[in-house]
């Protein structure tokens, strides 16, 4: 039975038709830019996560160099990242001119390491900090590092690609943050039809600041009072989220059921689990499995791969490992954490809609395998 790591292709009864009248409406009103989608898009999102502003922009990558300029940051200042992390997180602090410190991980939760942040604050005074909340939860010590960037007057930057529908503490996790950012790639959890990102904040000068600058900085039609660049999202996404939005719960609900099922079997069969930590009501972004010996998790994805079941490894390889990182890095600090759970980490399937004998499989399969 091929299983895939993700299918997108899952629609709810109803969704595909819904689909095919906003394009057949916006094709017919040649409405492709801005507009009502992106208006009424933009609202439902901040009622959502509880926040007073969301701005969309292009993708989620702009949406962290949006923020990075928001707060400030220029050429040759300091940003500390995760060592963790998808590249874009390392990218958008280059691609704004700053200089990049990575930050080892938390073996426990793949967030930042919560002393490693503090040295590096003490010892590279950062312009700003970014934390990435990956798998579906954050750090354990999110309130912590949010209490002391706030105490150091350090803007702290939440990439939340991977976290939105996310609770902490019973609230949005995104309703503590400063200024935060998502991506709505097709495979998140609220995914598009094609890219797009938000940035989110309750701080209404930053959130007029990114809108500005993803707009090439215009003041009007033809003022500018910053030099921005084009990033805004199309009235056809907008749509399509919008639409998307509507079916959130329930797909969030299928997605942590999967999780749920996953965490009561694994560990039957000698499957180590990252979970999420308790202050988290996770989204059920993915399943975390932990494989320290290389042989053992050559011989899982081996059979996994027999057996045409899609797995991901999120994130094989760390910022500082990257071919070109010390181009651009001042430094690391802290530990291995991070090389460690990016060496071992395994993600088996998790989305929408998922069935529960395709889950049966997947386990079966795995039981095959002395570990």
């Not at 926040?51 to 928001?70: E, P, Y």
């Not at 600058?213 to 030099?227: D, I, P, Q």
Request: with cysteine; aromatic share 10%.
């Amino acid at each position: 039975m091929p299983v895939p790591f993700i299918d997108l292709k899952r629609f709810e009864p109803g969704f595909l038709e819904k689909w095919k009248e906003k394009v057949a409406h916006l094709s017919t009103n040649a409405s492709f830019i801005g507009g009502e989608e992106v208006a009424v898009l933009e609202t439902s999102l901040a009622k959502f996560i509880a926040k007073k502003h969301a701005v969309t922009c292009a993708n989620g990558t702009d949406a962290i160099q949006l923020a990075l300029r928001a707060v400030q940051v220029e050429k040759n200042d300091i940003v500390l990242v995760p060592n963790m992390t998808f590249w874009a997180t390392f990218e958008a602090v280059v691609n704004v001119g700053a200089n990049p410190v990575t930050i080892d991980s938390d073996i426990v939760d793949g967030g930042v390491c919560y002393q490693s942040l503090l040295t590096a604050i003490d010892k590279h005074q950062p312009k700003a900090v970014i934390i990435a909340h990956l798998y579906g939860w954050a750090s354990n010590s999110l309130s912590k590092i949010r209490e002391y960037c706030k105490s150091k007057n350090i803007p702290l930057i939440e990439d939340g690609a991977q976290c939105f529908g996310t609770l902490y503490k019973g609230k949005s996790i995104y309703k503590g943050a400063y200024i935060a950012t998502t991506s709505f790639y097709p495979a998140k959890v609220l995914g598009g039809a094609g890219d797009g990102g938000a940035v989110f904040t309750d701080d209404e000068a930053l959130s007029i600041r990114v809108r500005q600058l993803a707009n090439h900085g215009r003041t009007s039609h033809y003022g500018y009072g910053l030099v921005g660049w084009n990033s805004r999202l199309d009235s056809l996404q907008a749509a399509y989220l919008n639409i998307s939005i509507d079916y959130l719960d329930k797909r969030i609900e299928s997605r942590k059921s999967a999780i749920a099922y996953y965490n009561a079997e694994l560990p039957k069969i000698g499957f180590e689990q990252m979970i999420a930590p308790a202050d988290f009501d996770e989204n059920g972004y993915c399943n975390v499995c932990i494989i320290r010996d290389r042989d053992i998790k050559d011989r899982v994805q081996h059979t996994l791969k027999e057996n045409q079941i899609g797995f991901a490894n999120i994130y094989p390889g760390t910022m500082s490992e990257q071919v070109c990182s010390d181009k651009y890095m001042l430094e690391h600090v802290g530990g291995a954490g991070a090389e460690d759970i990016c060496h071992s980490v395994l993600n088996l399937p998790v989305f929408p809609h998922i069935k529960q004998e395709e889950l049966e499989f997947v386990i079966t399969t795995l039981k095959t395998i002395e570990v």
